[in-house]
Nanobody, 116 residues
Framework: QGQLVESGGGLVQPGGSLRLSCVGS????????MGWYRRAPGKQRELVAS???????NYGDSVKGRFTISRDNAKNTVYLQMNSLKPEDTAVYYC??????????WGQGTQVTVSS
Protein backbone atom coordinates (compact mmCIF):
# COMPACT_ATOMS: atom_id res chain seq x y z
CA GLN A 1 0.00 0.00 0.00
CA GLY A 2 1.42 3.35 -0.98
CA GLN A 3 2.14 6.15 1.42
CA LEU A 4 1.88 9.86 0.74
CA VAL A 5 3.53 12.53 2.89
CA GLU A 6 2.69 16.19 2.39
CA SER A 7 4.77 19.12 3.63
CA GLY A 8 5.39 22.80 3.09
CA GLY A 9 2.32 24.37 4.65
CA GLY A 10 2.33 27.22 7.13
CA LEU A 11 0.99 30.62 8.04
CA VAL A 12 1.26 33.25 5.33
CA GLN A 13 -0.18 36.71 4.79
CA PRO A 14 -2.66 37.40 1.99
CA GLY A 15 -0.78 37.80 -1.25
CA GLY A 16 2.02 35.55 -0.12
CA SER A 17 3.31 32.28 -1.55
CA LEU A 18 3.94 28.74 -0.42
CA ARG A 19 5.26 25.63 -2.13
CA LEU A 20 3.82 22.31 -1.07
CA SER A 21 5.51 18.97 -1.64
CA CYS A 22 4.12 15.45 -1.65
CA VAL A 23 6.44 12.47 -1.57
CA GLY A 24 5.12 9.04 -2.40
CA SER A 25 6.55 5.68 -1.38
CA UNK A 26 5.44 2.29 -2.57
CA UNK A 27 3.75 3.96 -5.53
CA UNK A 28 4.65 3.82 -9.21
CA UNK A 29 4.48 7.57 -9.43
CA UNK A 30 5.32 7.99 -13.05
CA UNK A 31 2.19 6.28 -14.38
CA UNK A 32 -0.32 7.93 -12.11
CA UNK A 33 -2.17 11.15 -12.63
CA MET A 34 -1.88 12.93 -9.31
CA GLY A 35 -3.86 15.67 -7.69
CA TRP A 36 -3.76 18.17 -4.89
CA TYR A 37 -6.90 18.41 -2.80
CA ARG A 38 -7.92 20.62 0.09
CA ARG A 39 -10.43 20.57 2.89
CA ALA A 40 -11.44 23.86 4.40
CA PRO A 41 -13.11 24.00 7.83
CA GLY A 42 -16.70 22.84 7.58
CA LYS A 43 -16.40 21.92 3.92
CA GLN A 44 -15.87 18.76 1.91
CA ARG A 45 -12.53 17.89 0.38
CA GLU A 46 -12.19 19.36 -3.11
CA LEU A 47 -9.79 18.85 -5.98
CA VAL A 48 -7.53 21.87 -6.49
CA ALA A 49 -5.29 20.75 -9.34
CA SER A 50 -4.23 17.62 -11.16
CA UNK A 51 -1.37 16.54 -13.39
CA UNK A 52 -1.23 13.57 -15.72
CA UNK A 53 1.69 11.21 -16.03
CA UNK A 54 2.67 13.14 -19.14
CA UNK A 55 2.49 16.51 -17.42
CA UNK A 56 -0.88 17.82 -18.59
CA UNK A 57 -2.45 19.99 -15.90
CA ASN A 58 -5.92 21.04 -14.82
CA TYR A 59 -6.97 23.55 -12.17
CA GLY A 60 -10.05 24.44 -10.24
CA ASP A 61 -11.55 27.78 -11.19
CA SER A 62 -10.77 29.30 -7.81
CA VAL A 63 -7.01 28.74 -8.15
CA LYS A 64 -6.48 29.07 -11.88
CA GLY A 65 -3.71 31.52 -12.64
CA ARG A 66 -2.43 31.47 -9.05
CA PHE A 67 -1.45 27.84 -8.40
CA THR A 68 0.89 25.63 -10.41
CA ILE A 69 1.12 21.86 -10.06
CA SER A 70 4.24 20.03 -11.17
CA ARG A 71 5.89 16.67 -10.66
CA ASP A 72 9.31 15.07 -10.53
CA ASN A 73 8.82 11.39 -11.25
CA ALA A 74 12.45 10.58 -10.48
CA LYS A 75 11.89 11.87 -6.95
CA ASN A 76 8.35 10.49 -6.63
CA THR A 77 7.26 14.00 -5.74
CA VAL A 78 4.41 16.28 -6.71
CA TYR A 79 4.53 20.01 -5.99
CA LEU A 80 1.99 22.77 -5.66
CA GLN A 81 3.27 26.30 -6.03
CA MET A 82 0.72 28.68 -4.55
CA ASN A 83 0.97 32.39 -5.26
CA SER A 84 -1.29 35.34 -4.48
CA LEU A 85 -2.79 33.42 -1.60
CA LYS A 86 -6.16 34.47 -0.26
CA PRO A 87 -7.82 33.82 3.11
CA GLU A 88 -10.24 31.48 1.36
CA ASP A 89 -7.30 29.24 0.45
CA THR A 90 -6.99 28.33 4.12
CA ALA A 91 -7.36 24.55 4.36
CA VAL A 92 -5.56 21.30 4.94
CA TYR A 93 -3.96 20.29 1.66
CA TYR A 94 -3.55 16.67 0.59
CA CYS A 95 -2.21 14.88 -2.43
CA UNK A 96 -3.51 11.65 -3.88
CA UNK A 97 -4.21 10.02 -7.20
CA UNK A 98 -6.41 12.04 -9.52
CA UNK A 99 -10.14 11.34 -9.03
CA UNK A 100 -10.44 9.01 -12.01
CA UNK A 101 -7.91 6.64 -10.43
CA UNK A 102 -8.05 4.43 -7.36
CA UNK A 103 -7.17 6.53 -4.36
CA UNK A 104 -4.31 5.67 -2.04
CA UNK A 105 -4.63 5.96 1.71
CA TRP A 106 -4.84 9.64 2.59
CA GLY A 107 -1.86 11.19 4.31
CA GLN A 108 -1.97 13.65 7.20
CA GLY A 109 -2.03 16.63 4.89
CA THR A 110 -0.35 19.97 5.47
CA GLN A 111 -2.11 22.99 6.97
CA VAL A 112 -2.15 26.23 5.00
CA THR A 113 -3.40 29.30 6.82
CA VAL A 114 -3.71 32.62 5.03
CA SER A 115 -4.25 35.44 7.47
CA SER A 116 -2.96 38.88 8.30
Amino acid sequence: QGQLVESGGGLVQPGGSLRLSCVGSGIIFSINAMGWYRRAPGKQRELVASISGGGNTNYGDSVKGRFTISRDNAKNTVYLQMNSLKPEDTAVYYCNAAPEFVQYSWGQGTQVTVSS
